[in-house]
């Protein structure tokens, strides 16, 4: 099976896979955002924020590290995964235990800190399963996690049902939504062991190569924490609870699709370190390309399209009382494309060893971005948070665009993507012709013309189109 066979399988699996995860994700959010309205889902979105921003100190770039550490000719998959498996143990319990004792010192009110408390759990399962998941992205078998993290999200749903019609409190929610993580370890650990066993080990000098391997890219994570986490700490900091909920609508629409590339086109990292560790230039540019495509075709219609349906998504999922949120989610979508946009040229920079080499740049973007949220997020509430976002993902874009360049000399054509261009200003000029229609007919539109200028225009062509359906037979 050719390279682009395995990719798209890979991905057709995770499109698929993703499509129904993603679409309980949402339906949880319906069923909170509807319960629990502005101010409760603002109390929500803070202890939520919160945990993130732990578990992605937790994460401390040891996925990406496992992913590219795999890709690497002749590594010994089972001892490279339970020395960071071991590393992850200890570290997640450090700094999980830390996280529960210092959310009582931000002055949260109580039901924030008893919630944050219990998603502690759920995020504790995903950051170890996640270590499961570079393995099974490295054999382009994602099909796996799918099973544990669909699982999960069906117990979720259907508890947070129930418990919703019994009139469950905020915090007696967040019992549900720590369920699927818990689910997703167990589900991964079982499922990996076609691979590898889950099994934790200790040595000194390995467990020095993975910090060495990890903290690049963790420390560039924790700049990521403060311009990606810190306008949502902020906000909650001056404004209103309720204020924090329409922001936090919004920016979960975002936080759901913003994995997808990564997804998607994770196991090209592996690939890339591969021909990079191999000095094969032409496949290292190949694979370049390839995910720069992907990326664009993803992007480009999220770009132009979600100004024409922003409002309309935001009151199908939470109601009429966020319509005010629909202004927020049509300025993070720019954000969500250059994020989509970001993704090939950070796993270049990660595949060739040049991790190090971003942290100042990682660096002024955290040092930009505290710097610009206290100054217009207290006076300018929502809206300046959401366009801060947007000038801060657009700095790190363009810093790794241009530094890809500079230290390896590598840059994709952007030919084809000239043509997405195209086929996304086309679909956003039906979008405008139809926009006050029904958000199912204008979703109809955009796919339906996206899709026929993709085609016309030869981006997805014949052959292609039926090797993807011969996967199906292999």
Request: glycine content about 8%; charged content about 10%; cysteine-free.
């Amino acid at each position: 099976m050719s390279l682009i066979a395995k990719l798209a399988k890979n991905t057709l699996t995770q499109i698929i896979g993703k499509a129904i995860s993603v679409g309980l994700g949402l339906g949880a959010v319906v069923l909170l955002t509807r319960y629990l309205g502005a101010h409760g889902f603002g109390l929500y979105a803070t202890a939520l924020t919160y945990m993130q921003s732990v578990a992605m100190l937790v994460e401390f770039g040891q996925y990406l590290a496992l992913n590219s550490a795999l890709g690497r000719k002749g590594v010994d998959e089972q001892k490279t995964f339970s020395y960071a498996f071991g590393f992850r143990l200890i570290s997640a319990a450090i700094i999980y235990g830390a996280g529960a004792l210092l959310v009582f010192a931000m002055g949260y009110e109580p039901s924030v800190e008893a919630a944050a408390i219990i998603l502690m759990f759920g995020f504790m399962g995903s950051s170890i399963s996640s270590l499961f998941t570079a393995v099974l992205m490295k054999h382009f078998d994602m099909g796996k996690t799918y099973i544990a993290e669909i699982i999960g999200k069906i117990v979720t749903f259907s508890w947070l049902w129930f418990a919703i019609q019994n009139g469950a409190s905020m915090v007696e929610l967040m019992w549900p939504l720590t369920v699927a993580g818990i689910i997703h370890f167990v589900g991964t650990a079982l499922l990996t062991k076609k691979y590898v066993q889950p099994i934790p080990k200790y040595n000194k000098e390995e467990w020095n190569k993975v910090w060495k391997n990890s903290w690049p890219i963790g420390l560039g994570i924790m700049f990521n924490i403060i311009y990606f986490r810190a306008d949502t700490l902020i906000l909650a900091a001056y404004h209103t609870p309720s204020t924090v909920g329409l922001y936090g609508a919004a920016y979960r629409i975002i936080e759901v699709l913003v994995i997808l590339p990564h997804m998607a086109f994770g196991p090209l990292l592996s690939l890339m370190t591969n021909a990079f560790s191999s000095n094969n230039v032409q496949d290292l540019k190949k694979y370049l390309q390839l995910s720069f495509d992907a990326s664009a075709i993803l992007a480009l219609p999220i770009l132009f399209g979600t100004p024409f349906v922003a409002e309309k998504i935001i009151i199908l999922m939470a109601g009429q009382d966020f319509a005010s949120a629909g202004q927020l989610l049509a300025v993070l979508g720019i954000a969500l494309a250059a994020i989509f946009f970001m993704a090939p040229f950070l796993y270049g920079i990660v595949a060739t060893d040049n991790q190090r080499r971003m942290l100042p740049y990682f660096g002024g973007a955290a040092l930009a971005a505290l710097l610009i949220y206290f100054n217009v997020i207290p006076k300018y509430g929502a809206i300046a948070a959401a366009w801060s976002t947007v000038f801060i993902e657009m700095f790190v874009l363009i810093a790794a665009m241009i530094n890809l360049w500079r230290w390896e000399r590598l840059m994709p054509d952007f030919k084809l993507s000239l043509k997405i261009l195209l086929s996304s200003l086309v679909m956003a000029i039906f979008l405008w012709l139809v926009r006050e229609s029904d958000l199912k007919i204008m979703m109809v539109v955009a796919f339906t013309v996206y899709a026929f200028m993709l085609k016309t225009l030869g981006i997805i062509t014949n052959s292609r189109i039926k090797e993807i359906i011969q996967l199906r037979k292999n």
